[in-house]
């Protein structure tokens, strides 16, 4: 199985890389300064890492160094910036295609804008398998699973303030900048920071209750399209969202490139998700672990792979919409990822 990487020198791409190699995959790397990838292929040790040398500005290229590749995993953000040329590249190579966004606006607007493009080159898109946004996708199709019918679904990110790269820095405060989205009653609007805020009970001994606040979250985004509900939002930690909206430029580029691993695997990642019928019955489940940087490493790799093997349907799509969401769940136990649904 031969997977593409773009965004390979990258602190996120580099882990992508090290993932495909650790899985016994053949890597491409991919991207438009042939030192900066040479150099993160011997990071990883890469003898037999491929590298194609393409810019975002040569569409023909980039499609061409993607041509003979299973499945391109695109880890360069910011993808407002950045990810479309990559997105259009891969349909137009025939690969399948993942990315490491969580960028909410820009994940609808991948979905909304190539689903066609990518239905007709038969190929499958699926952006945002990252820590937050295929996890918040799968579990929330398991809680709302365990109702007849749904009427309000939250997805909340509950984890407390931990490693970030500069570059999740700088995503998070063009992220911070917007309003979040919501979906009501067939329609996309925008939530107010007044109106999400609330407390959560966080999963686990000594979890007690939380204070949260809206925040532009990827599964917003997502899981209307499976889940037919009146309602879906997004919150987190009301301290995290006042520390996204408080980055400045300055201080984002203060912010180490990368993460040390002490301080990531001290991390803990923890996406929730509550469903709610209308008639006072809830279920919720929960997904956790550590070392966000090196389960996304771990999603983006397993998605590419499943899309690789064959099945899935054409289009731009969901996790869930592709993906059994219990068996994508388990296959991350292994990585230290653990979780539950309950109620219903």
């Not at 975002?56 to 993607?66: E, V």
């Not at 950045?82 to 991948?110: K, M, S």
């Not at 066609?116 to 996708?137: F, H, K, L, S, Y």
């Not at 929960?286 to 771990?298: E, K, L, Q």
Request: charge should be negative.
């Amino acid at each position: 199985m031969r997977i593409a990487v773009h965004g390979a020198s990258g602190f996120t791409g580099g882990l992508v890389l090290a993932e495909v190699r650790r899985r016994g995959f053949t890597p491409v790397v991919v991207g438009r300064d042939e030192e900066r990838l040479r150099k993160a292929a011997a990071r990883t040790g890469g003898d037999d890492v491929e590298i194609r040398v393409a810019g975002l500005d040569a569409p023909a290229a980039l499609a061409g160094a993607f041509r003979d590749c299973d499945a391109v995993v695109n880890c360069a953000g910011p993808f407002t910036l950045w990810g479309e040329p990559v997105v259009r590249a891969a349909i137009a190579a025939g690969c399948h295609y993942v990315d490491t966004t969580g960028e909410q606006r820009y994940l609808r607007h991948v979905l909304d804008a190539f689903g066609g493009d990518a239905e007709r080159a038969g190929v499958t898109v699926v952006p945002g398998m990252t820590d937050d946004g295929a996890p918040g996708d799968l579990i929330a199709a398991l809680a709302a699973a365990r109702l007849g019918t749904v009427d309000d679904v939250l997805v909340a990110d509950l984890r407390l303030p931990g490693a970030a790269s500069r570059g999740t820095a700088r995503s998070m405060a063009a992220i911070g900048e917007g309003e979040p989205l919501e979906f009501r009653d067939g329609k996309w609007g925008v939530t107010s920071v007044d109106e999400a805020d609330r407390t959560l009970a966080v999963p686990g001994e000594g979890g007690g209750e939380v204070p949260v606040g809206s925040f532009p979250l990827p599964g917003v985004v997502t899981v209307p399209r499976h889940v037919r509900a009146r309602r879906v939002r997004s919150a987190i930690r009301a301290e995290v969202a006042a520390m996204f909206r408080g980055l400045t430029a300055d201080l984002v580029e203060s912010i180490p490139v990368e993460p040390d691993e002490a301080s990531r695997a001290a991390s803990r990642w923890l996406m929730l998700a509550e469903a709610a019928d209308g008639a006072g019955r809830t279920a919720r489940g929960w997904v956790t672990g550590t070392d966000p940087y090196g389960i996304t490493a771990v999603i983006a790799v397993e998605g590419a792979r499943r899309l690789a093997a064959g099945g899935a349907p054409a289009g731009t799509r969901a996790p869930a919409e592709v993906f059994d969401p219990a068996g994508f769940l388990d296959a991350l136990v292994p990585s230290g990822a653990a979780w539950q649904v309950e109620g219903g």
